[in-house]
């Protein structure tokens, strides 16, 4: 059984490999592009930040429609043509105010696809340790996120046009949808391959959640975003263009790598694991903000870090704090909690930066101790399964 368990996660790995690739590849250029049809810098502001909203936002309904129905892979797949399709549809915009939406319908997508799928993806992780699946996940997401933008940089480089570039974009686009279908056909019926443990009946989701996702959103919260990193690194001179580029390439690996690492501890400590990660993280934003080179450097590679425990445990400890019929429901509740927070996290961290870079660092690093504090506490409040036996490893083939 467990190796079907791992064959499914390594599937839509697979899948967010590509399906990163193609809209990450997008996400460097889409503010060029505006320009270029002709948008204002507000304009370009007001649709990459409505079109973040939305792909939060929209997740609460979408998770609460997948539990509701059970329709798990027609969310998935819909979601999925409708995120993957906007990108090389790029190509055709002739107007600022069509590319405008369809760079709002490419979030939207995802908005409706990653409750569903994050929920099919928590019943394979129980059997094998939802920490090192996630983490894998992570991993293969994060492979696709560096080679996407390096496609459209070699694009760009060998001076064909924006429009080539999403075109271009069509490739890892289809690979996503076939390997999606692939997994679709091989396994129908994902919630079977988790053995349901006995649990109390409850209304709603349970308290210890409620208590976790508060951790969640002061980690959100606290957290800068890279674009206000670089905008330091390139403000301050502390690194060139061409090396913040390489760099956020590099902090992607080391997330990756991060991810594999502590999704590994994760299934042998739990939420205490995720508490560790948040005080480690603390540090950065003094180190980016206030710090010469060298220190901006260290900084960068905590926040790397705090970024895999992000995208791997944070994401994993939920399947262990909530029934398999309320997880689609309990990750879009996760997800809109997190943008929100890291929205208004990211606009107050923006604010304090022309005012004093000291209260940036010190708002981020209380915050995340904060985090950290809530997260002890919600784990002093669970009791997690027995993780897999450790002889239990990847398929070889």
Request: overall charge positive.
């Amino acid at each position: 059984m467990k190796r079907g368990n791992w064959q499914f996660v390594v599937l839509l790995g697979i899948v967010s490999l590509f399906a990163d690739a193609t809209y990450e590849g997008a996400r460097g250029i889409t503010g060029p592009y505006l320009a270029w049809l002709g948008a204002s810098s507000l304009v370009v502001g007001v649709v990459v930040g409505f079109g973040e909203m939305a792909g939060y936002a929209l997740r609460l309904g979408s998770g609460w429609l997948a539990d509701r129905t059970g329709r798990y892979w027609a969310l998935t797949g819909a979601g999925y043509a409708v995120n993957l399709a906007a990108v090389p549809l790029l190509a055709a915009a002739g107007r600022w105010e069509t590319a405008g939406l369809l760079i709002v319908l490419e979030r939207a997508g995802k908005a409706m696809r990653t409750p569903a799928r994050d929920a099919m993806l928590s019943h394979a992780a129980a059997a094998v340790g939802r920490g090192r699946a996630f983490g894998l996940h992570e991993a293969l997401d994060q492979i696709g996120a560096v080679l996407g933008p390096l496609l459209v940089a070699w694009v760009l480089a060998s001076r064909w046009p924006y429009r080539r570039a999403f075109l271009m974009l069509a490739v890892p686009a289809g690979l996503a949808m076939g390997a999606l279908a692939w997994a679709r056909l091989l396994f129908p019926q994902p919630r079977e391959l988790e053995v349901e443990t006995p649990r109390l009946a409850t209304r709603g989701l349970p308290r210890v959640f409620w208590l976790y996702l508060a951790g969640a959103a002061l980690f959100a919260a606290g957290y800068a975003d890279f674009a206000l990193l670089a905008y330091h690194f390139q403000r301050s001179t502390l690194l060139a263009d061409s090396r913040i580029a390489l760099l956020y390439a590099a902090a992607m690996g080391l997330d990756g790598m991060a991810a594999l690492v502590l999704g590994r501890l994760y299934d042998r400590a739990g939420i205490r694991v995720l508490a560790a990660a948040s005080l480690a993280a603390a540090p950065f934003a003094g180190l980016c903000f206030l710090g010469g080179r060298d220190l901006a450097l260290l900084g960068l590679g905590l926040w790397a870090i705090g970024m895999g425990a992000q995208e791997s445990i944070l994401r994993a400890a939920i399947g262990d704090l909530t029934p398999p019929d309320r997880r689609a429901s309990a990750y879009g509740s996760f997800q809109a909690a997190f943008g929100a927070s890291w929205f208004a996290g990211s606009a107050l961290m923006g604010l304090l930066y022309g005012i004093s870079r000291l209260a940036l660092a010190a708002f981020s690093g209380l915050v995340l101790v904060g985090a950290a504090g809530l997260f002890l506490w919600a784990g002093g409040e669970i009791k997690r399964p027995s993780p897999a036996p450790p002889h239990q490893d990847l398929p070889s083939s």
